[in-house]
C-alpha cells in the first residue's frame, strides 16, 4: 500500500485516537524513508511503533532521527553499545544473536533491538545543541514520510517519542504532497529538517554518536521536565509567492545589480554559491512589483529538473516540467498561458530542458505569453549558445537572468555573442576564491604527474603532425578547427584522456588511502572518480575486484535510480561513484569529500564544474582533496620531441594553475610541477589559467 492509499486524515488527536497505532505505524509500514525531528526520545517508543519499524525496513528503508542529547541512562548505553558494534564485527554478531526476530526484540527488548539497529545503520540518530550552548534544547517535534512512489507525508505536533508522549494529551497535524494546498508545507517541513541534519541550520548544531561520546556533552534524564512550554507561534499571512530564505549579503547585491541592468544581465556566480536561491528570490522580487509574474527556467539536464522543482515549490511556485520524459506537457502549458493572459493565475512557472526548449512546439506556445510580464531563467546559460539551442531564446521576453560559473564557451567566440547579446553582460560575478572558507569547502589539490608510455607517444606524436601539416595549409592554429581538424584532435585528446598509466596509479592510492584510514577505524567513503568517455567499465570492475562498494554514474543509469545513487553514496552505502559527464552540472553532492579526475579535460568548463561538485559544506566535512592525473613529458626526454612535449604541457598546466590557486596547498602544488616546466623552459604557464590562453591565442588569430 502506499502513503496516498492511507486515507490519512488532517488531524490526529489523542483525545479521539490512538496516534501511533492509528498514525505511526501505518505510516512507518508504508515508507522507505523516515525523517524525524524531536525533542525527547526513548526506547520505550520503539515498543509501541515496533510493528512500523519493522515494516520499514523490511521496505529496505531507514529512519533518521535528530533529537536533543537528553537521554534516559540504559538508551544512552544502548546508542554507545551500537555506535561500538558498527566497528567491531565480534560484537554485531553478539548484537545479532541476541536479536534473532527484530519484531520480538522490539517489543521485549528495545535496549539490544535499538543498539542493532544503530550497528546495522538501519536507524541513525544524531543530537542538536544550541549553537551558543545556552541552557534551551531542541525541542521540535516533526517528521516526513516518503514511499516509493514518491509521495510524502508531514506531521507536526507536540509528541514526543517517548511513553510518556504516548499518555499525554497530543495531537498531530497532518500535510499530504498530493492534496492540494499542501504541497508547500510538506516541502517546507522537510527542507527545514535536512538542512538541521545536514548541519546549516542556524540555532543548532548537529553531532552523530562519536561525536557525542568524545564531547561528553549528553545529559542523562531526570524525573523532571528539563524544559518550558514553547509559545504558540503567530500565524503567517498566506502569500501566493514569497522568498522565504534569507539571503545572504552577495545574493541581494546580485538582484540590486541585476534590477540596476534594467533586469537583463548574467550572474556569473561559483559552484555552490546559491545561483538558483538568487535567481529565485530574483522572480518573487518582480512579481511584487509587477503582481504577476511568468518564469521560464531553462536547465541543461533532465535531473535538473527535479532539483529545481523542489526550490521552486519553496517560493510558492507550481512548476509545469516539460521534456521528453514528461507527457502531455504540451496541452498543460497551453492552458496555463491561456489562465495567466486572462488573468486567472497571476503566474507561471515552466521548468523545461534545453532541448525541448528549443523546439518549435514549445517556441510556438512561449509566443503567446506577453513580453513585459515574462521573465526567462536560463541555468548553465553557456550550453544555450550552441547552435542547435539559440532558437530556445525568446526575443520578446523582457526579463532576462543568465546563470553560470563559466558563462564563455570555449572556443567559440560566436556562441559567447549570442549569449550576452541575449541576456547582456555580467552584472555580478561572486568566484570561487570569493567563496571558499564561508561557504565553500577548502580543498587541498594533488597534482599526479603521469607520462605516456611509448606507443602512445608515437600516437599522439602522428596525430599532432597531421594537424599540424593541415593547420598550417589554412595559415592558423587549429584555435577554431574545421570538422578534419577537430576529428584528429578529438582523437588525441584520447590518449591523454586514457591513458594506460591513470588506473594503475588510482589503485594503488586507494589501496594506500585504505590502509591508512583502518588505522583510525574509518573506511574510504564520499569519493568520485571521473573517467573517460569508454573506460568507466573498466574503473568499476577493478575497483569492485579490490572490494570497495562501487556504482556508475552514467547516462544508462535510469532518472530515478540516480537519485536512489545518490542517496546511497552520501549516506556511505556507495563507496565511490564512478562518473563520466553526469555530475558536472547541478548535482548536489555535499558530501563528497575526494575526487580523482582521470580524465584530462582542457575545457574550463567541464573541470571547473567538476570541481564544484566537491566543494559543498556538509557537517564534519573540513576539507576536500582533488587528485588530478596529469599526462607530463618526460624530464629526461625534454631535447627528443620537444613540440610534442610542449603540446602536452600547454594541454595540461591551464588547468593545474586554475586547481592551484584556490588551493590549500598552492606552493607545495607548484613545487610539484616547476621541475618539468623548467627543463622545458616554460616556467612562465605557472601563472596562465585556462582564460589567459585563450585570449593569447585568439589574440594572435586577430594580428594574423
Known sequence: MALKDLGLKQVYDSAECDLI???????????????????????????????????????????????????????????KLGDQAGRDLTLLRVLREQVKNLKDSLEEDSLNALAWMIADELMEIIFAIPRDLGPGDYHDKVAVFSDKEGDRVAIHGSFNDSIKGSLNGEAFSVFKSWEPGQLGYVNRHEARLQKLWNGGNNQFLVFTIPDAIRAEFVKL??????????????????????????LRGYQQEAIHNWLEANCKGVLEMATGTGKTITALAAGVNRFDKLGKIAVLILVPYLHLLEQWKRECEGFGF?????????????RELQSRIQDFRLGVSSNICVLVTHKTSATE?????????????????????????????????????????????TPRRWFDPSGTEVLFDYFGETCFEYSLGDAIGEFLTPYNYTPMLL??????????????????????????????????????MIKRAAIVACAEVKLPRLLDILSDLRAQLSIKNETVRDTLVYCAPGTWREVLEELSGMGFRCHKFVHEVPLKKREQVLRQFENGEIQVLIAVHCLDEGVDIPSTRRAFFLSSTSNPREFVQRRGRILRKAYGKRNANVYDFMIVPRIEDADLRRDVDLSLLRREMPRFVEFSSSALNEFEARAEVRPVLDAYEMLDLLDKKPWDVYHELTQTIEKK
Open 361 to 405: 512546439r514549445f517556441a510556438k506556445l512561449v509566443r503567446k505569453l506577453p513580453g513585459e510580464g515574462s521573465m526567462i531563467i536560463a541555468d548553465e546559460m553557456h550550453g544555450l549558445g550552441a547552435q542547435s539551442l539559440r532558437t530556445s531564446l525568446p526575443r520578446h521576453v523582457s526579463m532576462r537572468l543568465g546563470l553560470s560559473a
Open 318 to 330: 507550481r512548476p509545469l516540467l516539460c521534456s521528453s520524459q514528461h507527457d502531455n506537457w504540451t
Open 21 to 79: 497505532g492509528d498514525l505511526i505505524v501505518p505510516l512507518l509500514s508504508n515508507s522507505e524513508d523516515y525523517l524525524r525531528g524531536v525533542g525527547f526520545f526513548t526506547s520505550g517508543w520503539l515498543h509501541s511503533a515496533s510493528r512500523g519499524i519493522v515494516e520499514l525496513i523490511e521496505n529496505e528503508g531507514k529512519a533518521r532521527i535528530v533529537t536533543s542529547p537528553v537521554l534516559q541512562k540504559e538508551d544512552w548505553e544502548a546508542l
Open 221 to 246: 534524564r531526570t524525573l523532571n521536565r528539563p524544559y518550558t512550554l514553547p509559545k504558540s507561534e503567530p500565524k503567517t499571512p498566506n502569500v501566493e509567492l514569497c522568498c522565504k530564505v534569507p
Open 451 to 488: 607520462n605516456l608510455n611509448e606507443e602512445e607517444i608515437d600516437r599522439y606524436e602522428d596525430l599532432s603532425r597531421r594537424i599540424a601539416k593541415l593547420s598550417k595549409s589554412r595559415i592558423i592554429e587549429p584555435i577554431y578547427p574545421d570538422e578534419e581538424i577537430k576529428k584528429l
